[in-house]
């Protein structure tokens, strides 16, 4: 089911698109790809939006750094210096994180029109992405499908192509609260990850990934996430073809679980420090699973780079449950 959700300053329709199965209902927004709701029961029974978002389009225009419930690209996470290098040729991205690139640039996928159609238990979003948008190289063309499985699962499936070799790393931005509201720093988390990538002051890469062993990035064992998260994690599976489970979260108090599977090689913890209102610090936990911040200027970590003729594949399932 889809309704008019608002209209841009260009006359572009918003459309929302109503999923639900299995006691899920999950809405998506044709604007930047938001899942703007997930209304899932706790162990009573009682149905919660278990995710932050605005109940307008202008909560979502208002506040475009927040990227609640996004489809974040052409490339998730930072590029240090906006630049990189690819066969030689050394590209300009457009800096929105001080010197850096962040989520794609100022004006990235988070921030465009979407062409939506409905699939079975689900709805398919695709954008073109122009060779040279936000300083990126290629034709890219997109694809994001969104659907419901038997159990209510969300599985979120991305292709791309292009016609030129660029960079791409795509990735899902809610920002969970499975007790529904307040501080989500009380939810267990657990992460299949021994190593993490450490930062520098600018939340840039600094040095080769290091190990969790001894420090408050072990999350191996399930605890509370607590605050003061913005890394990225190596997933010990590493690239999959398939989605492999890598991480949960639970909330003791509603007795909701969230459990991640994902084909990617890492998943970014951040725990919304600095969400800015109407949300208060700590209001909810991002998952994002994706390549590396900084790949295209790290020839250690896994490629990001798509050539002619290659295709991009990215799927990510997020389960719910209780107990």
């Known amino acids: 089911m889809n309704e008019l959700f608002g209209t841009l300053s260009d006359g572009t329709p918003v459309q929302r698109w109503t999923l639900a199965r299995a006691g899920v209902r999950v ?6 790809g938001i899942v703007q709701s997930v209304e899932v029961p706790d162990r009573e029974g009682r149905a919660g939006d278990v995710v932050l978002g605005f109940p307008d389009l202008d909560g979502y225009l208002a506040r475009p750094e927040s990227y609640l419930g996004a489809l974040v690209g052409r490339y998730a996470n930072r590029i240090a210096g906006a630049r990189f290098t690819l066969d030689g040729r050394t590209y300009a991205l457009e800096p929105n994180d001080g010197p850096n690139s962040l989520h794609g640039g100022p004006n990235g996928f988070d921030k465009r029109g979407w062409e939506a159609e409905p699939v079975e238990h689900g709805v398919r979003l695709t954008r073109i992405s122009p060779h040279g948008e936000e300083g990126f190289p290629g034709r890219l063309e997109v694809t994001a499908t969104y659907t419901l499985d038997e159990s209510g699962s969300l599985r979120i499936a991305y292709e791309a192509v292009t ?3 660029t960079v791409v790393n795509l990735t899902h931005h809610s920002y969970f609260n499975l007790a529904g509201s307040g501080d989500a720093g009380g939810h267990e988390l657990r992460l299949a990850a021994s190593r993490y990538t450490p930062v520098d002051a600018d939340l840039i890469p600094a040095g080769a990934p290091e190990e969790v062993t001894g420090t408050r990035f072990d999350f191996r064992e399930a605890r509370k996430t607590g605050s003061g998260y913005d890394h990225n994690f190596v997933l010990d599976k590493g690239v999959t073809d398939t989605p492999v489970e890598v991480a949960e979260l639970y909330d003791p108090a509603s007795g909701r679980v969230l459990t991640v599977a994902t084909t990617e090689p890492g998943l970014h913890l951040y725990t ?6 109407p949300f208060a610090p700590g209001d909810g936990i991002a998952l ?3 390549h590396f911040p900084d790949s295209p200027n790290r020839p250690d970590f896994p490629t990001t780079v798509l050539r002619p003729g290659e295709v991009f594949r990215s799927e990510t399932l997020y389960r719910f449950g209780t107990r």
């Open 27 to 32: 809405r998506v927004l044709s604007y930047g």
């Open 163 to 165: 016609d030129a070799p």
């Open 272 to 277: 919304a420090d600095h969400l800015g209102e």
């Open 288 to 290: 994002e699973t994706q």
